[in-house]
T-cell receptor, first 114, second 117 residues
Framework: DAGITQSPRHKVTETGTPVTLRCHQT?????MYWYRQDPGHGLRLIHY???????DKGEVSDGYSVSRSKTEDFLLTLESATSSQTSVYFC?????????????FGQGTRLTVV | AQKITQTQPGMFVQEKEAVTLDCTYD???????LFWYKQPSSGEMIFLIY??????QNATEGRYSLNFQKARKSANLVISASQLGDSAMYFC??????????????FGSGTRLQVQP
């Protein structure tokens, strides 16, 4: 258990409203990630962070922003939700141990934009 | 171009038989890692096995083994003696850049495995 908690676990929101998803970790890992999962696409990287206030874009970052003001929290914000952002969102962390360290994932957040 | 390709959207296997899930990858980075994850119907992502690009031997973890063919850029997952609980979606993923860089994973589109009694 890598101590990753996502909230909320489920959310239904209306088109055009802002939405923030939270990822909380208990083990002070520097690297944190947000992915989205859609049928036929696997998981795709939205944004990632390599430290407090250090973030960068992934492959599908349009329409999303992130913030990391504390090591333990990584927030994903949809500024104005669209139906194309209906998806399952996963937060992940990667420990910095050398070698083949796997990524650990949160339980996922199912977001529906209506 | 796709970095990770899983060409089998779905597969069936009889209980107790072995099954191979295909994965090919594309990278020009000499240092990379290959991962397999299992996602059961409950939705969580479960790490199964890892293979480093410099590893000389194929990785094994219990009933899971990774058939790593570097020249062919393939990293197939072999599950021996399938069990009903193996029914799930399986994802192949790659991390490029070794211990440097963003350390993010690139995923394939997945293979849904169904084990039949």
């Amino acid at each position: 258990d890598a101590g990753i908690t996502q909230s909320p676990r489920h959310k239904v929101t209306e088109t055009g409203t802002p939405v923030t998803l939270r990822c909380h970790q208990t083990e002070n890992h520097r690297y944190m990630y947000w992915y989205r999962q859609d049928p036929g696409h696997g998981l795709r990287l939205i944004h990632y962070s390599y430290g407090v206030k250090d973030t960068d874009k992934g492959e599908v970052s349009d329409g999303y922003s992130v913030s990391r003001s504390k090591t333990e929290d990584f927030l994903l914000t949809l500024e104005s939700a669209t139906s194309s952002q209906t998806s399952v969102y996963f937060c992940a962390i990667t420990p910095e141990a050398p070698g083949g360290t796997e990524a650990f994932f949160g339980q996922g957040t199912r977001l529906t934009v209506v | 171009a796709q970095k990770i390709t899983q060409t089998q959207p779905g597969m069936f296997v009889q209980e107790k038989e072995a099954v191979t899930l295909d994965c090919t990858y594309d990278t020009s980075d000499p240092s990379y890692g290959l991962f397999w994850y299992k996602q059961p119907s409950s939705g969580e992502m479960i790490f199964l096995i890892y293979q480093g690009s410099y590893d000389q031997q194929n990785a094994t973890e219990g009933r899971y083994s990774l058939n790593f063919q570097k020249a062919r850029k393939s990293a197939n997952l072999v599950i021996s003696a399938s069990q009903l609980g193996d029914s799930a979606m399986y994802f192949c993923a790659m991390r490029e850049g070794g211990d440097t860089g963003r350390r993010a994973l690139t995923f394939g589109s997945g293979t849904r495995l169904q084990v039949q009694p």
